[in-house]
């Protein structure tokens, strides 16, 4: 092996060691991955540029923009707490509306946002009802997971995918994942009930606090609400006829949010920008830039010829490798720097003879999504939750969240695995 393989596997392996520790936070671990590679000549400024994917930056930053707009107006405490009294205040109830809502939030706006939005009036709902908060927060996590699973736009590793290879397009991951995220879901609620029902007990005089409570109160501005759903509206349709219009999933995020502000004046402007998630976006630029060094030296290459010699090309047995890989990996090491170094890889494999890729994109895509539940460090949503709880003095241990999360992971892998093999593979 050339010493530069050598030398880009090193800086890897040492980069996600520390990432996975969280000593340092991961953007700043990243991004000096990412310039030790071209500081070292293992890839030029030049190369490593064109490895950054500007659409998947393109697109979260697009969504972050016009979500934190949407998020001032106070639609979304609206909503969770109009189910709370639909659910007539009965806490089970409300943790499966909670739970719906941040599954189908999740799919259309992001896994990473829903939770942000939906984790602060869970605190409040629980407060009111004298119920422990974690099992709602378990059960979200889950849900935004399985939600976000759906769509092109609902997690990180589908948005990495989806630019990555043109041909799937915001129609084509509904197409074919949405059926097994709603099937898991389904299957999901009755066990998330059966797991927390005999935790979440309240009191009738508690119950009644919600009923009392007045969401019509909790929006800020109806005027500034109409733009941004019409605009939110307007983005979502333009998503599913971006192939049609021949534009790149970024352009139309990226137009709305613009639109948006356009319409909302230049007030708005600064406060936006100060919501995007700044650091979520230079780590993909310093993961982007530290995955290039193994394309580069032909570590990426070298490692799909292994993985067709193991399986002997056979489309089935790799299909469930690239699955199980992806859920059992996603599970302990975050599954974004893992889907941003299978990418190349699968991508590899068809330029070794494999001729039929799909399987193996909705592989990575259900692998990494939904492994991303087996553990409190599986996916960035997981993380967001546990921060914002231990704030408000509720620590989300790893165990216990495993202990839920793990069991839950493997059966919605057995699920996609039926689905992969029934649907592709026959």
Not at 81 to 87: E, G, L, M, N, T
Not at 96 to 113: E, H, M, P, Q
Not at 329 to 352: H, K, R, W, Y
């Amino acid at each position: 092996m050339e010493q530069q393989a050598i030398w880009a596997i090193g800086i890897f392996l040492v980069i996600y060691a520390l990432i996975i520790s969280e000593k340092i936070h991961r953007t700043i671990v990243a991004m000096i991955g990412g310039l030790l590679m071209v500081a070292l000549g293992i890839v030029n400024q030049e190369t490593a540029l064109h490895h950054i994917d500007f659409n998947t930056l393109g697109l979260l930053i697009g969504m972050m923009i016009i979500v934190s707009i949407t998020a001032d107006t106070g639609l979304f405490k609206f909503i969770a707490i109009w189910a709370a009294k639909k659910s007539k205040g009965n806490p089970v109830r409300i943790l499966i509306a909670l739970s719906l809502i941040t599954a189908i939030g999740s799919a259309f706006l992001d896994n990473v946002t829903t939770v942000l939005l939906m984790v602060p009036v869970t605190f409040s709902i629980t407060r009111q009802l004298r119920v422990p908060p974690l099992p709602f927060l378990i059960t979200q996590i889950i849900a935004s997971n399985v939600g976000g699973t759906a769509t092109l736009i609902g997690d990180p590793p589908n948005i990495m995918i989806g630019s990555a290879v043109k041909e799937l397009t915001f129609m084509a991951f509904i197409n074919n994942l949405a059926p097994i995220a709603a099937i898991i879901l389904v299957i999901f609620i009755p066990l998330f009930v059966l797991l927390f029902r005999k935790q979440i007990q309240t009191k009738p005089e508690y119950t009644q606090s919600i009923m009392d409570m007045d969401e019509k109160q909790l929006i800020a501005d109806h005027k500034l609400l109409r733009k941004c759903l019409t605009v939110l509206g307007l983005t979502i349709i333009g998503f599913f006829l971006h192939q049609s219009l021949h534009l790149e999933s970024a352009t139309v995020a990226l137009a709305g949010a613009f639109v948006l502000l356009l319409l909302t004046g230049e007030h708005m402007m600064e406060e936006a920008f100060t919501k995007v998630e700044w650091a979520t976006i230079f780590f993909f630029v310093g993961l982007f830039v530290l995955v290039s060094g193994l394309i580069e030296t032909g570590v990426i290459a070298e490692l799909a010829a292994q993985a067709i010699e193991l399986t002997n090309g056979d489309i089935v047995a790799t299909s469930m490798l690239i699955l199980w890989l992806s859920a059992i990996a996603s599970a302990f090491l975050d599954n974004i720097p893992f889907v941003a170094t299978m990418i190349p890889l699968i991508q590899e494999m068809g330029n070794m003879g494999v001729s039929n890729l799909e399987p193996l994109w909705w592989s990575l895509a259900l692998g990494a999504c939904l492994g991303g539940n087996g553990t409190l460090i599986g996916a960035s949503a997981n993380l967001i939750v546990a921060g914002m709880s231990s704030k408000e003095g509720h620590p989300i241990k790893f165990v216990q969240f495993m202990k839920y999360g793990f069991p839950l992971m493997l059966l919605s892998i057995v699920l996609a695995s039926v689905y992969v093999f029934l649907r592709y593979l026959i």
